[in-house]
C-alpha cells in the first residue's frame, strides 16, 4: 500500500490572498516535522494557480475540486481536465456529494470524468456516499456498490492506478457527527471487495481508500488506526492549518 493520502477540500471558501495564507501555513507547519502522509489542497478554482505558487518546492500537492469530461467545447461555467492540469493540478475530487446532491450529477456524469481527468495527468479521487435515509433504510452496500460499479466499469489499468476512493457518508459531511470506526471499517471493507472483483486481489488491493465526513484533529486518530483507512477526505478543518495539520500527523 502507498503512503496514506491526507486531502484537504476547500469548497467554495477564499479568495486568492486568503488560499495562499492557508496554503503557506499549511507549508510551514508541515516543515518542522516531515508526515507520513501524502498531502493534498484542493482550493477553488479560483485560486489553483496562486496556491501552486506557494506550495511549489514542498511535498504538498494540488487538487481540484471537479472537472468536465470534454477537453474544450460550449459548456458555459464548466473547467475542463486539461485546463486544471495546466494550473499543476495532481489530483481531481470526483462524484463529490455536492456535486451529486446539490448539482445533481448522476453516476454516470461522474463516471465519464475519470477516463480524462487520468489522461492529462491527473489522480482522480472518487467519492461515494450513502445518505442519512438509504443508510436508515440499510442500503448503504447497496448504494456504495452501485456508484462504485458504474464509475468503474470498463477503466484500464494506466487508469485503476491513478484512482483513490473516498467514502464520505452524506449525512457525516460539514455536521459534525463522523461515521465511526465500525461504520467507516464496515463500508470500507465493502469497498476493498467491490475493488478486489472488479480488479483482481492484486491490483484491487492497492487502490487507496479514503474516509471523510467530519474528520477533526479529535476523531482522526481513531480513524488513522484503522487498516482500512488508507487515507482522510478532509473539508471544514482544513480550513485552518492549526486545525489541518495535526489530522496530517494523525498518520
Ligand atoms: P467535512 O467535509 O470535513 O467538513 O465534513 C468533508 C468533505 O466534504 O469532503
Same mark, same amino acid.
Given at each position: 500500500?502507498?503512503?496514506?493520502? $491526507?486531502?484537504?477540500?476547500?469548497?467554495? *471558501?477564499?479568495?486568492?490572498? %486568503?488560499?495562499?495564507?492557508l496554503a503557506?501555513a499549511?507549508?510551514?507547519?508541515?516543515?518542522?516535522?516531515?508526515?507520513?502522509?501524502?498531502?493534498?489542497?484542493?482550493? @477553488?478554482?479560483?485560486?489553483?494557480?496562486?496556491?501552486?505558487?506557494?506550495?511549489?518546492?514542498?511535498?504538498?500537492?494540488? +487538487? +481540484?475540486?471537479?472537472? *468536465?469530461?470534454?477537453?474544450?467545447?460550449?459548456f458555459t461555467?464548466?473547467?475542463?481536465?486539461s485546463?486544471?492540469?495546466? =494550473?499543476?493540478?495532481?489530483?481531481?475530487? =470526483?462524484?463529490?456529494?455536492?456535486?451529486? *446532491?446539490?448539482?445533481?450529477e448522476?453516476d %454516470?456524469?461522474?463516471?465519464?470524468?475519470?477516463? @480524462?481527468?487520468?489522461?492529462?495527468?491527473?489522480?482522480?479521487? =472518487?467519492? $461515494?456516499?450513502?445518505?442519512?435515509?438509504?443508510?436508515?433504510?440499510?442500503?448503504?452496500?447497496?448504494?456504495?456498490?452501485?456508484?462504485?460499479?458504474? +464509475?468503474?466499469?470498463?477503466?484500464?489499468?494506466?487508469?485503476?492506478?491513478?484512482?483513490?476512493?473516498?467514502?464520505? @457518508?452524506?449525512?457525516?459531511?460539514?455536521?459534525?457527527?463522523?461515521?465511526?470506526?465500525?461504520?467507516?471499517n464496515?463500508? *470500507?471493507?465493502r469497498?476493498?471487495?467491490?475493488?478486489? %472483483?472488479?480488479?483482481?486481489?492484486?491490483?484491487?488491493?492497492?487502490?487507496?481508500?479514503?474516509?471523510?465526513?467530519?474528520?477533526?484533529?479529535?476523531?482522526? +486518530?481513531?480513524?488513522?488506526?484503522?487498516?482500512?483507512?488508507?487515507? =482522510?477526505?478532509?473539508?471544514?478543518?482544513?480550513?485552518?492549518?492549526?486545525?489541518?495539520? @495535526?489530522i496530517?500527523r494523525a498518520?
Amino acid at each position: 500500500m502507498k503512503a496514506p493520502l $491526507v486531502v484537504g477540500n476547500w469548497k467554495m *471558501h477564499g479568495n486568492e490572498a %486568503d488560499c495562499q495564507a492557508l496554503a503557506r501555513a499549511i507549508v510551514q507547519g508541515l516543515k518542522k516535522q516531515t508526515a507520513k502522509a501524502e498531502v493534498a489542497i484542493a482550493p @477553488p478554482f479560483t485560486a489553483l494557480a496562486a496556491v501552486k505558487k506557494i506550495i511549489r518546492g514542498s511535498k504538498i500537492s494540488l +487538487a +481540484a475540486q471537479n472537472c *468536465h469530461w470534454q477537453p474544450f467545447g460550449a459548456f458555459t461555467g464548466e473547467v475542463s481536465p486539461s485546463m486544471i492540469s495546466e =494550473l499543476g493540478c495532481d489530483y481531481v475530487i =470526483l462524484g463529490h456529494s455536492e456535486r451529486r *446532491h446539490i448539482f445533481h450529477e448522476t453516476d %454516470d456524469v461522474i463516471a465519464r470524468k475519470i477516463g @480524462p481527468a487520468v489522461a492529462h495527468g491527473m489522480r482522480a479521487i =472518487l467519492c $461515494v456516499g450513502e445518505t442519512l435515509a438509504e443508510r436508515q433504510a440499510k442500503q448503504t452496500a447497496k448504494v456504495i456498490i452501485r456508484q462504485l460499479r458504474i +464509475a468503474l466499469k470498463g477503466l484500464g489499468n494506466d487508469v485503476i492506478e491513478k484512482l483513490e476512493i473516498a467514502y464520505e @457518508p452524506v449525512w457525516a459531511i460539514g455536521t459534525g457527527q463522523n461515521a465511526s470506526p465500525a461504520q467507516v471499517n464496515q463500508v *470500507h471493507q465493502r469497498i476493498r471487495k467491490v475493488l478486489v %472483483d472488479a480488479f483482481g486481489a492484486t491490483k484491487g488491493a492497492q487502490l487507496r481508500i479514503l474516509y471523510g465526513g467530519s474528520v477533526k484533529a479529535e476523531n482522526a +486518530a481513531e480513524l488513522t488506526e484503522l487498516d482500512s483507512v488508507n487515507g =482522510l477526505l478532509v473539508g471544514g478543518a482544513s480550513l485552518k492549518a492549526e486545525t489541518f495539520v @495535526p489530522i496530517v500527523r494523525a498518520f
